[in-house]
C-alpha cells in the first residue's frame, strides 16, 4: 500500500496530538519525492496550513521551475511563503527567517497547525538550529561596497575580501557573498569567519517533528526527469525568457537556479535546447545527490517515511 494512503500511521497522529501554538511540523527531503501531496493530505485530517521551505518557490517568476503548488492546491490549504519576492532581490536565508516567524505568529492567531515543507537543507537547518548573529547592512554600506566593487573589478575585489576573510572567500567567492562580506566587515570591522563562530540566534521555539521522505535514489531520478519534461511541455521556457528579457543579473540566486542557469544559456545562443535541457537534467540528479548527502549527515529526523 502506497504511503500516500497511510497518513494516520505516518505521522503518528494517534500517538502525537500536534497543537497549534506549541508544535511545528517538517516535512523534508530531496526534491520530487512526494513531500507537498503528503503535506497537503496532512493538513487536511489536522486542519494544517503548509509553508514554503524551499529556497527557489519564494520567487514569484518561477512557478513552473520550482515546481510551486499548483492554484487549486493553494485554494484547497492555505499555502504561506510561496511566490512573493521578485527575481531581481538577492532573497536571503535571514530574510526568509524573518517572514517565517511572522507567518507562525499569523498562523497561531487562526489556530491552525504549522506544516513546513521543502528540502532546502540551509532553510531547514536555521529554523531548527537558527543562524549566525550577522547584523543586518545599512543601505549606506550596502552602496559604498557596490560602489568599491564597481571601481576596482571584480578581480581586485575578490583579493581585497581574500586579504579581509580567506576562510570564508575561499568557498565563497560569487559576487554576492563578496559584497555582503565587504559590506560586514566594513559596517562592524569583523569578518564573516568571526561572526560564523559566534552563537546562533533565530531558531524557532516550538516542538519540532520533523519527518524526513525519502525514495531510492533511481526513482527520484526519474521523477525528475519526467518532471523537467512536463514542465517544458507545460511553458517552462516562457518563465526563463521573461527572466531573460528583464536582463537580470546573472549572479542572482534566480538565474542559477535548477533549468534557469541552462536555458538561459540556450536563450543566449551558446548552447542547443537539447543541450541545455540535458544539463539541466544532470545539475538536477547532482542536486538530488548533495540534498541526500545533506539529509544524512545533518538531518535528524523525528520519523522517516520510505515512499513507493
Same mark, same amino acid.
Given at each position: 500500500m502506497s504511503s500516500l494512503l497511510n497518513i494516520e500511521a505516518n505521522f503518528d497522529l494517534l500517538e502525537n496530538q500536534y497543537n497549534y501554538e506549541n508544535d511545528l511540523i517538517i516535512i523534508a527531503g530531496p526534491t520530487c519525492v512526494g513531500k507537498s501531496m503528503l503535506a497537503m493530505k496532512l493538513a487536511k485530517k489536522i486542519d494544517g496550513v503548509l509553508i514554503n521551505a524551499d529556497s527557489v518557490q519564494v520567487y514569484k517568476d518561477l512557478k513552473l521551475l520550482s515546481a510551486r503548488p499548483s492554484e487549486e492546491d493553494m485554494l484547497q490549504i492555505p499555502h504561506y511563503l510561496?511566490?512573493?519576492?521578485?527575481?531581481?532581490?538577492?532573497?536571503?536565508?535571514? /530574510? !526568509? +527567517?524573518?517572514?517565517? /516567524?511572522?507567518? +507562525?505568529? /499569523?498562523?497561531?492567531?487562526?489556530? *491552525?497547525?504549522?506544516i513546513l515543507v521543502g528540502g532546502s537543507g540551509l532553510y531547514l537547518n536555521a529554523v531548527i538550529n537558527g543562524l549566525a548573529p550577522i547584523p543586518r547592512l545599512r543601505e549606506k554600506v550596502k552602496i559604498e561596497s557596490l560602489l568599491k566593487l564597481n571601481e576596482i573589478g571584480i578581480d581586485s575585489f575578490k583579493e581585497i575580501n581574500f586579504n579581509i576573510d580567506p576562510q570564508f572567500v575561499s568557498k565563497n567567492h560569487d559576487k554576492h557573498r563578496l559584497l555582503r562580506s565587504y559590506g560586514v566587515f566594513l559596517q562592524t570591522k569583523k569578518n564573516?569567519?568571526? !561572526?560564523?563562530? *559566534?552563537?546562533?540566534?533565530?531558531?524557532? *521555539? *516550538?516542538?519540532?517533528?520533523s519527518f524526513l521522505i525519502n525514495l531510492e535514489r533511481k526513482l527520484i531520478y526519474k521523477r525528475c526527469e519526467l518532471r523537467f519534461d512536463d514542465m517544458l511541455e507545460k511553458g517552462a521556457l516562457d518563465e526563463v525568457k521573461k527572466i531573460y528579457n528583464s536582463n537580470i543579473d546573472r549572479s542572482l540566486p534566480v538565474a542559477k537556479s535548477l533549468g534557469v542557469k541552462w536555458l538561459l544559456n540556450y536563450l543566449d545562443k551558446n548552447m542547443s535546447f537539447d543541450e541545455a535541457v540535458r544539463l539541466s537534467k544532470r545539475d538536477t540528479r547532482r542536486y538530488v545527490k548533495r540534498q541526500i548527502t545533506w539529509f544524512t549527515h545533518n538531518y535528524i529526523p523525528y520519523k522517516t517515511i520510505f515512499m513507493k
Amino acid at each position: 500500500m502506497s504511503s500516500l494512503l497511510n497518513i494516520e500511521a505516518n505521522f503518528d497522529l494517534l500517538e502525537n496530538q500536534y497543537n497549534y501554538e506549541n508544535d511545528l511540523i517538517i516535512i523534508a527531503g530531496p526534491t520530487c519525492v512526494g513531500k507537498s501531496m503528503l503535506a497537503m493530505k496532512l493538513a487536511k485530517k489536522i486542519d494544517g496550513v503548509l509553508i514554503n521551505a524551499d529556497s527557489v518557490q519564494v520567487y514569484k517568476d518561477l512557478k513552473l521551475l520550482s515546481a510551486r503548488p499548483s492554484e487549486e492546491d493553494m485554494l484547497q490549504i492555505p499555502h504561506y511563503l510561496y511566490g512573493y519576492v521578485e527575481s531581481q532581490i538577492n532573497y536571503s536565508i535571514a /530574510d !526568509w +527567517l524573518q517572514q517565517l /516567524d511572522k507567518v +507562525l505568529i /499569523d498562523i497561531e492567531k487562526i489556530k *491552525k497547525i504549522a506544516i513546513l515543507v521543502g528540502g532546502s537543507g540551509l532553510y531547514l537547518n536555521a529554523v531548527i538550529n537558527g543562524l549566525a548573529p550577522i547584523p543586518r547592512l545599512r543601505e549606506k554600506v550596502k552602496i559604498e561596497s557596490l560602489l568599491k566593487l564597481n571601481e576596482i573589478g571584480i578581480d581586485s575585489f575578490k583579493e581585497i575580501n581574500f586579504n579581509i576573510d580567506p576562510q570564508f572567500v575561499s568557498k565563497n567567492h560569487d559576487k554576492h557573498r563578496l559584497l555582503r562580506s565587504y559590506g560586514v566587515f566594513l559596517q562592524t570591522k569583523k569578518n564573516m569567519t568571526y !561572526w560564523y563562530q *559566534k552563537p546562533r540566534e533565530g531558531a524557532v *521555539k *516550538k516542538n519540532i517533528y520533523s519527518f524526513l521522505i525519502n525514495l531510492e535514489r533511481k526513482l527520484i531520478y526519474k521523477r525528475c526527469e519526467l518532471r523537467f519534461d512536463d514542465m517544458l511541455e507545460k511553458g517552462a521556457l516562457d518563465e526563463v525568457k521573461k527572466i531573460y528579457n528583464s536582463n537580470i543579473d546573472r549572479s542572482l540566486p534566480v538565474a542559477k537556479s535548477l533549468g534557469v542557469k541552462w536555458l538561459l544559456n540556450y536563450l543566449d545562443k551558446n548552447m542547443s535546447f537539447d543541450e541545455a535541457v540535458r544539463l539541466s537534467k544532470r545539475d538536477t540528479r547532482r542536486y538530488v545527490k548533495r540534498q541526500i548527502t545533506w539529509f544524512t549527515h545533518n538531518y535528524i529526523p523525528y520519523k522517516t517515511i520510505f515512499m513507493k
